[in-house]
């Protein structure tokens, strides 16, 4: 044994490995080192993005937009203090009542009988 340690960077894994430990791979066609002389087909596993290019900016935007969504939803109902019930603004006509939301009662809006926003009631009480 000569004990030499001159390394060789590899062409075909880029590697660096020892120089003497290469050999030339008839398939390759040129010198590799020992790694890919056992083991030509080295393929990188290419780790496959989680989420395509692009989506992330989407995915930002759209919960931004519901997060929007809840406020605007919360917004119409506030707390009236010693109250279990709510002040609700009725996204319809604007109207303002009164609102249980214990017996979610009304049901809708008594001034254009729309529909009332599910209240989130652990937020308000
Ligand atoms: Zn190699
Ligand atoms: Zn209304």
Known sequence: MLGNNIKAKCKNCGCDAPADSF???????????????RNPKKEEPKEEPK????????????????????????????KIQGSNQVKC??????????????RKQPRS??????DIPKLKTMNLL
Not at 23 to 37: A, N, P, R, S
Not at 51 to 78: C, H, M, T
Request: aromatic share 16%; glycine share 4%.
């Open 23 to 37: 050999k030339l791979h008839y398939t390759i066609g040129q010198m590799v080192c020992e790694k890919c002389f």
């Open 51 to 78: 989420k395509p290019s692009g989506w992330d900016a989407e995915d930002d935007y759209l919960s931004k937009i519901s997060v929007i969504r809840q406020e605007e939803n919360q917004a119409q109902f506030s």
């Open 89 to 102: 603004k009725c996204s319809n006509c604007s109207y303002s009542f009164k609102y249980d939301p214990f």
């Open 109 to 114: 809006c008594p001034y254009c009988d729309g």
